[in-house]
Structures are given as structure tokens and as C-alpha cells.
């Protein structure tokens, strides 16, 4: 009786989940297709480089480089890429990757790129016609910096290293000795992006304190009269760069309190926004556009759904380049600004400088390719998908959608990276075919850690198990080389290393402790 209860619940569990599965499904494809039919009409002849419909307006890709940075090798491979699918730019958030020299020596990873590695993707980046803006971290994110030793005490906060006391001298000339090291590798730059976001402490030291209390003014003042420090500094040294900044920080602010500042004159903000459904309304521009006469956008192709996720939705990246294309109305919003930059496409490998890496460049391909085009046009279609996946040699449409898992992979595609694509995607199968084993009924009830410590099983049941437990280690076997050796192709040893470490082994080592156990349990006792 207990056999037929067991195969009861597992038949309508499975049922019920497929039934929710396919709703999910069903609602997130309604969801894309419907802005994909609602938000353009048809429009036959595209092509990948087809006429541009907003000329003279930036679509840089970000590289965040703190994390998995590739091979020159890989560079070389992509740009090309980038610029046919509508790239016009590089956002370069180099952190430690940079070849900082001399003083600063310290800052630089000993994975650094060489300063002929610098010149080389500069090159790169020129030869097809990609203009390089260099991103260093002046006052927030300062993991990279601040957690030397040496660097202790420019901190804000004694025990956190997010970011630099701005009352400190010695911590002020440290960004600048790191600007103008940036500058002498970017002679050429007509940008320069100072970062600024997310400074969670600010005016929380004695230091600051004291300063606020003797200039009787505010911790937002505080945070305006450092970044007009640091973008005075860049105007008097480079008067042919201008000074490029996240908006977060302005955000909260009201109009005569940041144009008393003066900042309107000497920093363009980069108004920075990931989700899907925006949260921004259009006051902010209104507020902006009153003091600063040019302006930026950042969106994201990858990055920002998850700090471990490994798999980018596609759906919800073009969802989040549909809101940008309403919020940025070209009719009402975009004229109150002299001068729409355009958008830096986003693509973040970590959160921060310690947090874990998240996808992966080569499996974001298909995504930034949809949301350059979609930037490019001012629009998504069917007919567009058509044309980008057949460029990315799929042999049917992209997948816009990441989940649920498992589902087939496409039979066929071709870009640089290509076996990172697919040997992601056979992960995240593999992952969910693990999960389903360890919430199966046999297992929880005649596999678990207390029989298997007391060697105490029934083989009738360990063999219900079984042929699904061999079916996924072998699985994750497979895709275990796979990823070691197409990782190998692109990354570093070390990165290799803290990819397979986090988002593989330990999955591969449960499933095959699981099959040894399971085997070792079957000998007759």
C-alpha cells in the first residue's frame, strides 16, 4: 500500500508541477511576446547594420573586469562582434585589472593585464571603431584599494573598505594618483568615468563630522564637494575629458542644493537602472535636466537578477530595454537635455569586488546582442530575432527566456565562446536534475544521512534511485570537462579555478558522493 501512496504522490506531484510550470512558462512568454507584437510594428529589410535610427548617440559595452576577465585572445574575437551587433563603445571598469605602477603598485591583481596588454585592447577597441571609457572607482567601491593595509586609514568607516574618507588628504591624492595613472594609458579618452555610486557611508567619521560641524553643512554637500574635487582635478589636467558619474547618489537630492554645487558645469550623470519594471519616475529627469545640460543611461544585459546566478534571462534584460526606451521618451524627456549621451549597456561579472561571480561574458551573447539591436532600432521584433539568431548561427529563435529548467539546447550556434554557452546551459539542467533527486520521496525517506550513516537502506529502494542518480553524475561528468577545458580557452588558471569551485563541484561532488554511496549501500551486508 505504502508502494502505490509513493508512486501516487510522486505521479500528481509531478503533474502539479508540470501544470505550474507551464503556466510560468506561459505567462513569461505572454509577457515578452506581447511587448515584442504591442511595442513595433514590422518592419521588413532589417539588417544587423541596417540604418541607424538615434545617430550620434553612445551604445557602450560595460566590462567589468574585477571579475573573470579574458584572455586578449577573446578580445580580439568579440570586438568585432560588438561592433556589428551596434556597439559603438567600451565602458572599462578595470579595478584591479589595471597595471597600476610605482605607489599604487599594490592595487594591481597578479592577474593585472601589462600596460602592453592595456595598449593592445586599446588598439582592439580602436581598430573597430569602438571608443574606450576607462571606469575608476573614486569614492565608493573601493574594496580593491582599501582593503590593503596600507590604504587602512583612508577608510570612512575603520572596518569597512566600500569607501575613502573624503576630510583625508592623503586618501584625496590616492584618487587622483589613480586618475592620473588611468589618464596616462588613456591619452585619448574623451570620457572618464569616476564610479561615485552606492556610498552607503558617508560623513560618519570623526573627521567628517568635525567638517560638516565647522562648514555647518550636510553629508549630501559632504559627498558633492569631494566629486567636485575630483572632477576640477580631471578638468585642469585633461580639459578634453569629460567627467562621466553614476546618478544614485543625486538621486535623493533637490535641485538648488545640487546646483549650488556647481556640478551642472563639470559632470554628466549616467542614470543607472536594471530591473524590468522601473522603479525611476520622470521627475528625476525633470530635476536633472535642470541642472545638467548632458546626461546618460545604463542598462544591463546580464548582471543584475542574482549574485550567483549563472544563466542570463534574456526576457527580462529586453523588458528592462523596453522601459528604458518609454522612460527615455524621445518626444518629452530627451529634449530638456542638450545632449543625450546614449546607454551603457551594463554587464556585471560581480556585485562588488568580494562578492562571487555571476554569468559569464560568452554566455551573455545572445543577450547583449538583442539588447544593442533593441537599442539600436528603437524597437524588438520577431523579424529581428530572426536575423540576430541566425547571425549567432542558431538554427532557430533564441531563447528569451532562462527558466524553468531543464530544457532542450539548441542544436547549433557559433560566436566567440560558444562551448561556455552550452556547457552553462547543460549546467543548469544538470543542476535541477540533482535537485529533483534530493526531493524525491525515496531519498528523503530511505536515503537520507541517517541511514546512510548506519548503513541501514533497503536495496529495493536505493535501486529506484539509482538509475537517475548514475544518468546525473555522468551528466555532470561530462559537463565537468566540458567547462574545464572551454573556461581554459578564455580565462586564467585562478579564474577557472573559483568558477568551477563555486557554481560546479560542489554539485558534481554531492551527485557523485551520492553514487558511490548509493552502489556501496547495494552490497549485500
Same mark, same amino acid.
Given at each position: 500500500?505504502? %508502494?502505490?501512496?509513493?508512486? $501516487?504522490?510522486?505521479?500528481?506531484?509531478?503533474?502539479?508541477?508540470?501544470?505550474?510550470?507551464?503556466?510560468?512558462?506561459?505567462?513569461?512568454?505572454?509577457?515578452?511576446?506581447?511587448?515584442?507584437?504591442?511595442?513595433?510594428?514590422?518592419?521588413?529589410?532589417?539588417?544587423?547594420?541596417?540604418?541607424?535610427?538615434?545617430?550620434?548617440?553612445?551604445?557602450?559595452?560595460?566590462?567589468?573586469?574585477?571579475?573573470?576577465?579574458?584572455?586578449?585572445?577573446? #578580445?580580439?574575437?568579440?570586438?568585432?562582434?560588438?561592433?556589428?551587433?551596434?556597439?559603438?563603445?567600451?565602458?572599462?571598469?578595470?579595478?584591479?585589472?589595471?597595471?597600476? $605602477? *610605482?605607489?599604487?603598485?599594490?592595487?594591481?591583481?597578479?592577474?593585472?593585464?601589462?600596460?602592453?596588454?592595456?595598449?593592445?585592447?586599446?588598439?582592439?577597441?580602436?581598430?573597430?571603431?569602438?571608443?574606450?571609457?576607462?571606469?575608476?572607482?573614486?569614492?565608493?567601491?573601493?574594496?580593491?584599494?582599501?582593503?590593503?593595509?596600507?590604504?587602512?586609514?583612508?577608510?570612512?568607516? /575603520?572596518?569597512?573598505?566600500?569607501?575613502?574618507?573624503?576630510?583625508?588628504?592623503?586618501?584625496?591624492?590616492?584618487?587622483? %594618483?589613480?586618475?592620473?595613472?588611468?589618464?596616462?594609458?588613456?591619452?585619448?579618452?574623451? !570620457?572618464?568615468?569616476?564610479?561615485?555610486?552606492?556610498?552607503?557611508?558617508?560623513?560618519? &567619521?570623526?573627521? &567628517?563630522? %568635525?567638517?560638516?560641524?565647522?562648514?555647518?553643512?550636510?553629508?549630501?554637500?559632504?559627498?558633492?564637494?569631494?566629486?567636485?574635487?575630483?572632477?576640477?582635478?580631471?578638468?585642469?589636467?585633461?580639459?578634453?575629458?569629460?567627467?562621466?558619474?553614476? /546618478? /544614485?547618489? #543625486?538621486?535623493?537630492?533637490?535641485?538648488?542644493?545640487?546646483?549650488?554645487?556647481?556640478?551642472?558645469?563639470?559632470?554628466?550623470?549616467?542614470? $543607472?537602472?536594471?530591473?524590468?519594471?522601473?522603479?525611476?519616475?520622470?521627475?528625476?529627469?525633470?530635476?536633472?535636466?535642470?541642472?545638467? +545640460?548632458?546626461?546618460?543611461?545604463?542598462?544591463?544585459?546580464?548582471?543584475?537578477?542574482?549574485?550567483?546566478?549563472?544563466?542570463?534571462?534574456?526576457?527580462?534584460?529586453?523588458?528592462?530595454?523596453?522601459?528604458?526606451?518609454?522612460?527615455?521618451?524621445?518626444?518629452?524627456?530627451?529634449?530638456?537635455?542638450?545632449?543625450?549621451?546614449?546607454?551603457?549597456?551594463?554587464?556585471?561579472?560581480?556585485?562588488?569586488?568580494?562578492?562571487?561571480?555571476?554569468?559569464?561574458? +560568452?554566455?551573455?551573447?545572445?543577450?547583449?546582442?538583442?539588447?544593442?539591436?533593441?537599442?539600436?532600432?528603437?524597437? !524588438?521584433?520577431?523579424?529581428?530575432?530572426?536575423?540576430?539568431?541566425?547571425?549567432? *548561427?542558431?538554427?532557430?529563435?533564441?531563447?528569451?527566456?532562462?527558466?524553468?529548467?531543464?530544457?532542450?539546447?539548441?542544436?547549433? #550556434?557559433? !560566436?566567440?565562446? %560558444?562551448?561556455?554557452?552550452?556547457?552553462?546551459?547543460?549546467?543548469?539542467?544538470?543542476?535541477?536534475?540533482?535537485?529533483?533527486?534530493?526531493?524525491?520521496?525515496?531519498?528523503?525517506?530511505?536515503?537520507?544521512? $541517517?541511514?546512510?550513516?548506519?548503513?541501514?537502506?533497503?536495496? !529495493?529502494?536505493?535501486?529506484?534511485?539509482?538509475?537517475?542518480?548514475?544518468?546525473?553524475?555522468?551528466? #555532470?561528468?561530462?559537463?565537468?570537462?566540458?567547462?574545464?577545458?572551454?573556461?581554459?580557452?578564455?580565462? /586564467?588558471?585562478?579564474?577557472?579555478?573559483?568558477?568551477?569551485?563555486?557554481?560546479?563541484?560542489?554539485?558534481?561532488?554531492?551527485?557523485?558522493?551520492?553514487?558511490?554511496?548509493?552502489?556501496?549501500?547495494?552490497?549485500?551486508?
Amino acid at each position: 500500500m505504502m %508502494q502505490g501512496l509513493i508512486r $501516487w504522490k510522486l505521479k500528481h506531484l509531478l503533474v502539479a508541477v508540470l501544470i505550474v510550470t507551464g503556466v510560468l512558462f506561459g505567462l513569461r512568454t505572454l509577457r515578452t511576446d506581447k511587448h515584442v507584437e504591442a511595442v513595433v510594428q514590422k518592419r521588413h529589410g532589417y539588417s544587423l547594420n541596417g540604418t541607424e535610427q538615434f545617430a550620434g548617440e553612445h551604445r557602450l559595452v560595460h566590462l567589468d573586469l574585477k571579475g573573470a576577465a579574458p584572455k586578449l585572445s577573446y #578580445f580580439e574575437k568579440v570586438f568585432p562582434l560588438f561592433r556589428e551587433l551596434g556597439a559603438t563603445g567600451l565602458l572599462i571598469e578595470w579595478e584591479d585589472t589595471f597595471p597600476y $605602477w *610605482g605607489e599604487l603598485s599594490v592595487l594591481a591583481s597578479p592577474l593585472a593585464y601589462s600596460k602592453n596588454d592595456v595598449k593592445t585592447i586599446l588598439e582592439l577597441a580602436s581598430k573597430n571603431s569602438l571608443e574606450v571609457i576607462p571606469l575608476v572607482q573614486t569614492f565608493g567601491h573601493m574594496e580593491f584599494v582599501l582593503k590593503h593595509k596600507v590604504f587602512w586609514d583612508r577608510r570612512e568607516v /575603520d572596518q569597512y573598505p566600500n569607501a575613502i574618507c573624503p576630510s583625508n588628504t592623503e586618501a584625496v591624492v590616492l584618487v587622483k %594618483q589613480m586618475i592620473a595613472q588611468m589618464m596616462t594609458l588613456h591619452q585619448s579618452a574623451k !570620457f572618464i568615468h569616476i564610479g561615485a555610486d552606492e556610498v552607503w557611508h558617508v560623513g560618519v &567619521c570623526p573627521r &567628517c563630522k %568635525q567638517r560638516m560641524h565647522k562648514a555647518d553643512s550636510t553629508k549630501e554637500q559632504l559627498f558633492m564637494d569631494h566629486v567636485k574635487a575630483i572632477a576640477s582635478f580631471i578638468k585642469e589636467q585633461y580639459p578634453r575629458t569629460a567627467v562621466v558619474m553614476w /546618478d /544614485d547618489m #543625486f538621486r535623493t537630492m533637490d535641485v538648488a542644493t545640487m546646483k549650488e554645487s556647481g556640478l551642472g558645469k563639470l559632470v554628466e550623470p549616467m542614470v $543607472w537602472h536594471y530591473r524590468a519594471q522601473f522603479s525611476l519616475d520622470h521627475d528625476l529627469l525633470h530635476k536633472y535636466a535642470a541642472v545638467f +545640460p548632458n546626461i546618460w543611461a545604463a542598462s544591463a544585459f546580464k548582471g543584475a537578477t542574482g549574485p550567483r546566478e549563472i544563466i542570463t534571462d534574456i526576457g527580462y534584460h529586453l523588458d528592462n530595454h523596453f522601459s528604458w526606451l518609454r522612460y527615455f521618451d524621445r518626444k518629452n524627456t530627451v529634449p530638456q537635455f542638450a545632449k543625450f549621451r546614449g546607454y551603457a549597456v551594463t554587464g556585471w561579472q560581480r556585485y562588488d569586488h568580494y562578492g562571487t561571480l555571476c554569468e559569464l561574458l +560568452p554566455q551573455a551573447i545572445p543577450s547583449l546582442a538583442i539588447c544593442l539591436q533593441t537599442l539600436r532600432e528603437g524597437d !524588438f521584433n520577431n523579424d529581428m530575432l530572426e536575423v540576430i539568431s541566425k547571425r549567432l *548561427g542558431f538554427d532557430h529563435n533564441i531563447d528569451l527566456h532562462a527558466y524553468p529548467r531543464p530544457k532542450p539546447l539548441p542544436t547549433s #550556434f557559433n !560566436f566567440p565562446g %560558444q562551448d561556455v554557452y552550452k556547457g552553462v546551459l547543460l549546467l543548469g539542467n544538470h543542476q535541477v536534475e540533482l535537485q529533483n533527486i534530493l526531493n524525491n520521496d525515496v531519498y528523503k525517506g530511505w536515503f537520507n544521512d $541517517w541511514h546512510i550513516k548506519r548503513n541501514y537502506s533497503n536495496a !529495493f529502494r536505493i535501486n529506484q534511485l539509482l538509475d537517475s542518480i548514475t544518468r546525473v553524475y555522468e551528466s #555532470f561528468e561530462t559537463v565537468k570537462t566540458l567547462m574545464q577545458r572551454a573556461l581554459l580557452e578564455i580565462y /586564467d588558471g585562478a579564474t577557472v579555478e573559483e568558477w568551477m569551485e563555486t557554481h560546479l563541484l560542489p554539485d558534481y561532488r554531492k551527485v557523485k558522493q551520492l553514487h558511490e554511496t548509493a552502489q556501496a549501500q547495494l552490497v549485500k551486508k
